[in-house]
Each structure stands twice: as C-alpha cells, then as structure tokens.
C-alpha cells in the first residue's frame, strides 16, 4: 500500500479517490435482457454476456465485448447485477452475491482509482500502488463522528467505529488487518494509528512544551522494527516478516495515554536463507551501504562486500525503493529517539556481523570417526571476537561439546551435518532474541505511565496462502488464520443472533465457526499434527519420515480434514506434499522435511553457556536465562516451537475475545505491482482465503 501524501489537498481532492463518479451505471442496458457473467480464461476471469435462449441445461449466450455466440451450460453463468449496484460501496447488499458480480465491483472501483469497499462486516482493500491525498487531516477530520453510512468505504470509517464503541461502550476494541504479502497491511494499520492518534491527541498546557505523539513515538518504532523484522519478497519490497498486535491506550477523557507492541511468527528462517529474487532482513543490507568501511571492517570485522556470505543467500540484491543509505539514517535517528545508548547500537550491529561470519565456516567430515573440523577456523575466531566469548572454547563446544550419558559428563563429537545445523539454530536464536529486546525497548519508550481505561488494538498479521511448497512455518501461519476466521464467524454468528432477537424472529442458529472446529482440532488437539510432531521429537531415532508415516497412519481415511495426495498428483515435484489438510480456504499440501529438527529447535547447550558467560554485557544479557539445568529440569522446560506458537496463539485468541472486533481485509490486485491492473484468478484466490467468498 503506498504511503499517504502530505500534500496540501482540499476535500475535493480526496473526493475523487472516494466517491463513485455519478456516470458509474455502465454495464449495459437491461431493459428487456438476461445478463450474466461467464468463466474465461486469462487475466479478466469473466466475460460480459446475454442470454439469448435456454433449452433444458444449454443456452446460447452472447458474448457481449466480442459480439460472439456460444453454446454453454447454464449452471456456468453468474447473473449479472442491476445497473443501480455498478461500483456498489457494500458488496452485501447486491442482488447475486457470486464470483462474477464480486469481481467486477472490485475492479470497476479498482480502475477508478476507489480503494476501499465494505463486504458486510469487512472493509475490503486493494493496494493501489501509488498515492492519493485520502489520508489527510481534511479527512480525518470529515469522518470523525460519521455513521459507516454517511461516507464512503475509508479505513478511517473503521478506526473511527472502533474509537466511538470504545468511549459509548466503554469496552476494548480490535481490528484485524489481513492480507498476503505485499497486500497493504501494515500501511494500513499505520493509517488506523494515525487516526487514532489525531482524534485522541491532547491539547498541551499554556507553558508546556510540545511532547513527542503516540503516533510519532509509535512511528519511530518503524525504522527500527522494519530494519530487523522487513524484507524484500518476490511480492512486496518491503514486507513484514512478523505479526504484530499494536495496542492504543486511552485514558478515561478518551485522549491518548499509551501503546504497546507485541509480536507473532518472527520469520527466523529468513535469517539463513532467502529464495531466489528475495534479500534477507534488511539491517544485513543498511550494515554494508550505511556505515563507513572502515567501522565494517575495524570493528565489526566483515570484508565489506555482502556477495562472501552465505547467509545474504541472493548476494547484494539491489532493491530501488529501498534505499539503504537513507533507511540507515533513519534507523539511526530513531534509535536516539527511543533512548537505545551508544552501546547498545553498536553491540546490535557487532551481534548481526557475528551472525554473518559464524554462518561462513566450512566443515571436513573425518574419516577416521564421526567428527568434523572446521576448514577456515578465521571466521570462528571473528565471530568469538564479536561475541566476546573464548575462541578456543567456542570451537570446541560445538565440534565436541560435552553431553550427560547417564550420570556422567562425556564428550561427544558432532558430524558436519549436526554442526552446520546446530550453528544455523544459534544464529536464528541470537537474531530472535535482539527482535525481542527491540520490541521490548520500543515498549518502554511508549510507556507514558499515564492511567489507561480502554484501548483500540490493532492486529496486522500474514494471511493465509496456499504455496507450491508448504512447510511446518506455513502450518502455524494457516493454524492462526483457521482461529481468526473461526473468530470471525463466531462474531458474525452473536451479531446474527442479537439481531433475529430484536426482530422477535423464532430460527434455528447454526454458528458457523464451529465448522471450523473440525480442520483446528486435527491441527492442535491431542493426536493432531502438532501434537503428535512433539511427541516425536521425544524419540531419539524418530525422523521426518516416521513422523509423516504415523500422522497418515493415525489420520488417513479417518478424519474428514485429512487426506494423502495422489501419486500422480504429486509426481515430477522437487517438494511433494506428504499430506493434505482441508482447511476452509482451501486443501493445503504440506511437505514434512526438517519439521522435527524445526519444531524441537535445538540449541548446543555449551556454547550458550558461553554466550551467558559473555564479556559484552549486551550478549550477556540477552542470554542471562541459559542456566545449564539438569535432565529432570531440561525435560520440564522443554518447549518446541509448536508448542510455544500454540501457547502465543492462545495468548492472541484470549486477548482479541476480550475486544469488539472490526476488520480489514487487504488484496494484492496483480503480481507486477500495477496500479490500476486487475488480475481475475489472483484476486478472487485471496478472497476465499480470507473469509470474503
């Protein structure tokens, strides 16, 4: 989504971008006519067409662009709407809710630069690619205090919804920003915040200086947090490689007090590698173009071209709307704000270095036993420099770390495989760890300590997808969507109720998130997918493919979720799914390769003892809870990543059922980032991944 203009627009201005043009009834004359729309290939997915005559299940049709005739089954068309709905700001209210009618209202507001649409309780938007002056404070100021009626389709009718229940209703309030990548996300949710913070801004005291905004403090956070936690995608240059939960406090005269942030799904994996076309985290990048060679080299000890490591998997990928120069001013500039010290800066930067050159080393196998060495020993003696831990130490710890064999400490020797992992796991740990201190930081800058009575939070957070690929991230990722939509339906299903109640209507209520229940329990309760992958990470000689075995074993022809893909189906593939889930967007192939060493994620307990133990206080720090414990107490403390997504989305689910939810959802109209341009198949995938269809 692109940023809002600053530009000095009228109201007028805005309009244009807002309001249908008054000329909008242009899909034909119906006077006498049957129209319809029917499937096509290619990007515009349906043509216009009259219905000339029917017999039995054919008809002739009319292609109307084209003035061809056909003969097709009539259960292929779609009947058109009237011409009084063209370019409709609420989808709910058409007379054929279909494929076809969806779409064409979409793309007819689409091309005429209308970005925001309603669908019943969802505000739809699609990524325009460019600017329009819709966000300024003219604006802001005209939907303050409006009916959702009374204006057209805004995100701002949706923040200032939410604020009005939070004051009339004196209850917590959430919106729910969704979307695949490169969908707008988090340019809306920073345009939710913005409203937030202009409607809630006090009014200083004669005498007392102006004071930083919520928004603006919350605005500094971005550079930060994007710097560590955004990416370049194949969709998007910038994308969020988190969810994030922003929560706007107010107190009780409705003025701003406060805000937090907590984070979901941290995509570590990024940290060691990237597909082709797509760049790591982009302080990796801000490192090389925005500080001065000779600090890359003196002190962070890197050779100053990002194509030597392996972990920038794509080398340096230039990106022209990332400009890493200025982004490293900026992150730069916000750090000062946010009170991080000198020290702090510079132990981030040596910690993200070390990550770079600790992914560096090459292993030899032994032939004489199990064990490796390490064939450039330069760039572990690099990385213990930065980290402040013992060079000599560190190597052994991780070649032939010492491990408890019953009641005895013995030394045992690690193959190239299980030191190549294990030093791909200590990385991901480090860089999670720093994003949490990050995230933790900005909070305390946020903390104004001033009383709170409500809040407004706003969840941006990635959609579900269905990839060609699909693998244990991509599970938790359409496990929280499967809990968001049930959320969703569980919400329309009480509104649903409260409503036939006042109209003294006697039905029979079906709540539709229970037809979720069935593909989330075959997920996450006992004997599940994730459960079971737990359980086999217990198994010393378990494996992916043991794992896959008993969940197709223990769900195959049972579960009404679960299915095995056709060995057809699957032939020819360099990552064939092992199992399908049936989830309400759609069936899901999943591949299990690494799930098990994935979800146990285990860490070399020697070398954080010696990241513990590190002399830069920083380091120390972050790994201060690395106590070695005992079996009896390692075996209480474990905790897998299933595990501790279940746990986080739980946390989630608890905190947005204590709130009057809202929602957004966002679209990707086309793959080349066109305005204007509308891909048929592409946007009707999105929305019935997201609940709209």
């Known amino acids: 989504m692109s940023k809002g203009s600053n530009m000095a627009a009228t109201w007028e201005d805005s309009c244009k971008y807002l309001f249908a043009p008054k000329n909008a009834n242009t899909a034909g004359d119906f006077a006498g006519k049957k129209m319809a729309w029917l499937p096509v290939p290619g990007d515009d997915g349906f043509a216009k067409i009259e219905i000339l005559k029917q017999e039995g299940d054919d008809c002739q049709v009319n292609l109307v662009e084209t003035n061809e005739k056909r003969t097709v089954n009539i259960n292929e068309c779609q009947p058109m709407n009237p011409p009084k709905f063209e370019m409709c700001t609420d989808m709910s ?133 994007e710097a560590y936690g955004n990416a370049k995608t194949v969709r998007n240059d910038n ?54 060679e000779e600090y890359q080299s003196g002190t962070l000890l890197l050779d100053t071209n990002p194509d030597n490591y392996k972990f920038l998997s794509n080398g340096d990928v230039h990106v022209p709307s990332q400009d890493d120069v200025e982004l490293w001013k900026e992150n730069e500039e916000a750090m000062v704000i946010l009170n991080f010290s ?37 760039f572990i003696e690099k990385t213990a420099a930065l980290l402040q831990i013992p060079a000599a130490d560190f190597q052994k710890s991780l070649l032939k770390p010492r491990v408890k064999v019953g009641s005895e400490m013995v030394t045992k020797s690690q193959n190239s495989h299980q030191v190549y992992f294990a030093a791909k796991a200590l990385c991901k740990a ?80 079906i709540d539709f998130g229970l037809d979720l229940e069935a593909s989330i329990e075959l997920m996450e309760k006992p004997m599940g997918i994730l459960p079971m992958l737990d359980e086999e990470c217990m198994f010393p000689k378990a494996t992916d493919m043991t794992y896959k075995e008993k969940v197709i074993q223990q769900h195959n022809k049972k579960h009404p979720k679960f299915s ?65 414990a005992g079996p009896k107490e390692r075996k209480k403390t474990f905790q897998t990543m299933a595990m501790m997504h279940r746990k986080s989305l739980n946390e989630l689910m608890g905190m947005l059922n204590s709130t009057y939810p809202h929602f957004i959802r966002c679209l990707v109209p086309n793959e080349s980032k066109t305005p204007g341009k509308v891909q048929a198949e592409l946007i009707l995938h999105q929305l019935r991944c997201n609940g709209v269809l």
């Not at 702090?344 to 490796?372: H, P, V, W």
């Not at 967007?585 to 999943?590: D, H, L, M, P, T």
């Open 342 to 378: 000198d020290d702090e800066k510079y132990s981030i930067l040596k910690l993200m270095s070390a990550c770079l050159l600790f992914g560096n080393i090459t292993l030899k196998q032994n032939k004489r036993d199990e064990g490796c060495e390490i064939e450039n020993p330069v």
């Open 93 to 225: 209210l058409l007379s054929y809710l279909n494929e076809g009618g969806i779409l064409h209202n979409l793309k007819s507001r689409y091309v005429a630069n209308i970005i925001y649409t309603y669908s019943g309780l969802f505000c739809v938007a699609v990524n325009p690619y460019k600017r329009f002056p819709i966000y300024t404070d003219i604006v802001i100021a005209s939907y303050r205090g409006k009916k959702r009626t009374e204006l057209p389709p805004h995100v701002f009718a949706i923040a200032d919804n939410a604020y009005s229940d939070m004051i009339q209703n004196r209850e917590n309030q959430s919106i729910l920003i969704t979307g695949e990548s490169g969908a707008g996300k988090t340019e809306n949710t920073k345009k939710v915040i913005q409203y937030f913070a202009s409607i809630g801004a006090g009014q200083p005291k004669e005498g007392e200086a102006k004071k930083m905004s919520v928004e603006d403090q919350v605005v500094m956070c971005n550079p930060v947090l």
């Open 239 to 292: 994308s969020s490689r988190f969810g994030k939960f922003i929560r706007v406090h107010f107190g009780k005269d409705a003025k701003l007090a406060s805000a937090d942030i907590e984070y979901y799904l941290l995509e570590k994996a990024r940290l060691t590698y990237q597909n082709p076309e797509e760049r790591n985290f982009h302080i990796f990048y801000q490192i090389f173009k925005g500080l001065t």
């Open 564 to 628: 095995v893909p056709s060995i057809k189906s699957v032939k020819g593939l360099e990552h064939p799914p092992h199992f399908n889930i049936h989830h309400y967007a759609g069936v899901v192939g999943y591949n299990v390769e690494d799930w098990l060493t994935k979800n146990a994620d285990p860490l070399n307990d020697n070398v954080l003892d010696l990241f513990r133990k590190s002399a830069l206080p920083y380091m120390a720090e972050l790994f201060a809870d690395c106590v070695p």
């Open 430 to 509: 480090i860089f999670e760890r720093v994003f949490k201190w990050l995230i933790n930081k900005c909070n305390k800058a946020l903390d104004t300590k001033k009383p709170r009575a409500n809040y407004c939070g706003v969840l941006d957070i990635a959609g579900f997808e269905i990839f060609d690929f699909n693998t244990f991230e991509q599970l938790c990722i359409n496990l929280t969507n499967e809990r968001l939509q049930q959320f969703f339906n569980h919400h329309m299903f009480i509104l649903e109720q409260e409503e036939y109640k006042k109209e003294g209507i006697v039905w029979q209520f």
